[in-house]
């Protein structure tokens, strides 16, 4: 792979050029902004590879970019998006964020690290492949889709609609991935599902004098007595039946996992806390992260909530909450269990609204893609990456792989200081020809 | 009195001008707006009754307005507040909270009913008995103080510091009151305590991505599980050893609350709700209003409140609780009582702020003021009013009556529809009027 990296590095500014442009095009899908005009540009940076591209439509959502290239060897799916976060706060931004600077070896701009650096790092590696080592040894089968950042809302649809093209690949390289806080690389094989749900109560028809207290029921109470009923103070998912349809993570999970570093006091420092919850502790602590689910109060908010005191009594409440799920533990499984819980507390004055959910996805961590990307992180990084069987976080892994049979693996060209989803959002731009290296390594792999 | 009611009605279109014109000046103590600029109004208005009037400084907080006109008969102290409750939230108002408006003989603001209409009627009345009646038979004397709204926070140390201004008064005439559902003028002979509390708790340095909730300490979890302690599903308290230090009500005041007429169904839709806390109902329900402590959310707070989902974990929570007191639960004790209730359940972590209390004032149903109060309500409304021994509400009664042995009773323009501390605050024009000259025949059989 010699004139690989040497054609890599013969044209690092174009590829940086080509990046700055990408990454200069506003994406925003929670604002509905410059969605098609993206989605245009890698369409037609797939086709300057000789790729077959186009736009498939999704009723009432953003394009999806689909493109092929490659005629022999097993197909790999490489799924990324090109919408981005929005970019507010404004005002933390050292540098606009839709105008890319480069600054100490770093590019500083909304979407670099999450998920145009990695969009276009593989698109480029696949032009230093096609221009080095002649023709590609996998079918390569690009699925780019621009709602990522609002929850994926169309992608199940999109897979309906479209299985007939996505079936059949034999892996997928997932959108993202980072070096951790000790430069480690990194490879992930799956994701945990999330339900996210609203809970609200409703008393009298408007907020009254605290005074009536005594007699009229107050919502607040409510919401406090049934969210008390979901989780106890030993951090035990209370919710009927939740914790019974945890499956154990497969024992080559669980193997994986302790391999993980885990630098305890670098991580309580960070978040700024004296001990993790319930005093939880050492590999334990890895493997609750990993494969135990969640209930999470992400938000309340009811009556009064300013300066100072104000004696009423409100008329409603609210809590956000977010289940992060696990295997076999779905999202609509986890609506009904606790719409079913409450109902049987007598909680049935309490509305779940339904925010979205996300299915847990699980991929083996010895796949034939997991070990093409192992392989190919130890001839880049020159280590041995860390490889999780799944991030704490969620995503729409499942729709495109678990359902279609694909297994998956995920890495890329972010770094412990990323920003990612914040202001400053930025890549080391030596991460960034590692990532494109990564890609070079990974298709030969993956196609030996 | 009909030359009193003739001069009422001439000037009725200036009298209702001169409440706007104090309507329209905001007097939010909970936010430190506007206070002495109100206080300086209703000096001037004082003073062109003839009376003497100053404001009397308190360190650190709003002034009290402070007033005295009349040279014989018994003294009748008056009792106001030019302070209101803050307006928010703003949206829920029909037309803005400080721009008074009058629809359907209705004048809508913030302070209408509480406490600016009475606190204005009282002076009109004044007004309109020296030009009517000539002297007053009785001594009046205004306490009119800034910081009612919230909790009255240095009116102790103000009546410490004038004893001597304000001992040896006959009576009180307290801040407000209202009709019924049924119409029917009501007056009061006390009130509860109040302690108001904030309780808060801390988690990680700043918000965090909600997959860390595995091991990361979630501050609104520990608030709910603290907050469930504090009462249960069937509306009983469950602070350690708090019922215990409720007094029984004198018999007299049971004698009274006997005859209170209760419409249940017509209380229950005015509130909107189906039926009452934990199915409470006819006479338990009075009793339990005007006899029974609370602990009452006033307001939660914690992470993400806005529109949609946000998956974020919360690195502080908030809850606004005010504890309703009766004889001989004072505000120092629940406090302590909270405090050692926590500390015993290991939530050492949640911290309490002490936003202010209020002992609970009792004063005899069958006072010289009282007495007085029930021939002029007669006259006024022509039905005998309806005496409550104490309203479920609170005030600093005890600090200026009970302390001081001088009986109060209380009485004002407001009806069941009034909304206070709530948006569209209002009272009917007619009920001004009316307490006007319930002042006026007050002043004449307090006199007499």
Redesign the interface.
Known sequence: MDRFNQYVEANADRFVGELISLARQPSIAAQGIGLRETAEMVRARLERLGATARLIEVEGGAPVVFGELGDRGPTLMIYNHYDVQPPEPLHLWTTPAFEPAIRDGKLYARGVADNKGNTMARLQAVEAWLATQGDLPVRLRWVVEGEEEV?SVHLESFVEANEGLLRGADGCLWEAGSRDVAERPMLTCGL?G?M?V?LRVR????????????????P??R???A??TL???HDRITIDGYLDHVAPPPSEAVAVAEQIPFDEAALKQS???D???NG?TGRE?VY??LF?P?C???????????????????SQ??A?V?L?LVPNLLPDLALRLLREHLDRR?FTDIEIID??GEPPARSPVDSKVALAARRAAEIVYNQPPVVYPN????GPQYYLCDHLGIPAVSSGCGYSGSNVHAPDENIRLADYFDHIRFMGELIRAFGA
């Open positions: 929850g945990k999330i996210y609203e008393g009298a028809s408007r907020d009254l004098h605290s005074s009536t207290a005594t007699i009229v029921p107050n607040a109470w919401l406090v007595w969210l008390s989780k106890d103070e978040y700024g806390i001990q993790f919850i939880v602590a609750k992260n135990m969640t999470t109060i992400c938000g309340l908010d009811s009556g009064y909530t300013g300066e100072g005191s104000k004696t009423v009594l409100p409440a609210m956000k977010d992060r007598g925010r979205g991030m704490s976080g969620s």
